[in-house]
Every structure is written in C-alpha cells, then in structure tokens.
C-alpha cells in the first residue's frame, strides 16, 4: 500500500514554473513506479511524467524539454519540475504510483494508488 499527497499547485503565468511535490507513505514506495497525471476539464487523464525504481524517466512528447521528473528514495518523494509553462498545461495534477515488478505504463488505468491532486492553472 502507498498513499500519496500532491502539493506546489497555483497559478502562473505563461512562461513561469511550478515545481510539485508527492510525498508517499507505505513500505513499498522504494520498489514502487511513480507517475504525474493530469485532467483538465472535460478531458481524460492523460500521462505527464514517469520515473521506474531504479531511475528511468518517461516523459509525455507534450512536455519534452520543459518538464523533469525526480525522485528521492530517503525522503519518499517524487517531483515535477516545471519550466516554460503554457495554458494547455492547464490541469489538476495527480500523483499515481504502480507496483515496480509490473514495470513502467503510461496508462492511468494501470496505476492503483492516486494522490487527492494539485490545480495548476497557467494565464497567458
């Protein structure tokens, strides 16, 4: 078991950065695949970010050179850097995280375990 709590969301203006944070508690968040999500209004979850135990990062094309995903395993946290934001990356941000022997899925559907979310909201 892994519960999950997002934090950093807020407002920003085009251009500028968020950093969010998802702090984890539970046994299993050292073996455990960790994702960033988000849902905008009307709109499915769709995948931002992903980091597989040992370090490997999966980033959404959408993000590519903008965002990074990090992880500190002594402190149970898993990190979304966000740089040059646009109004499309408008969203309530979720935190989600997967058993680490199934190995890495961009699919939310595939991710058991979810923090309550973030809003991000980007004015241009």
């Known amino acids: 078991q892994v519960q999950l709590v997002e934090s950093g969301g807020g407002l920003v203006q085009a251009g500028g950065s968020l950093s969010l944070s998802c702090a984890a508690a539970?046994?299993?968040?050292?073996?455990?695949?960790m994702s960033w999500f988000r849902q905008a209004p009307g709109k499915e979850r769709e995948f931002v970010a992903g980091?597989?135990?040992?370090?490997?990062?999966y980033l959404a094309d959408s993000v590519k050179g903008r965002f990074t995903i990090s992880r500190d395993i002594a402190k149970n946290t898993v990190d979304l850097q966000m740089n040059n934001l646009r109004p499309e990356d408008t969203a309530v941000y979720y935190c989600?995280?997967?058993?680490?022997?199934?190995?890495?899925?961009?699919?939310?559907?595939?991710?058991?375990?979810w923090g309550q979310g973030t809003q991000v909201t980007v004015s241009s």
């Open positions: 989600g995280a997967r058993a680490g022997f199934r190995g890495f899925s961009d699919s939310s559907d595939d991710y058991p375990y």
């Open positions: 539970g046994r299993t968040f050292s073996t455990s695949v």
């Open positions: 980091i597989k135990v040992l370090g490997s990062v």
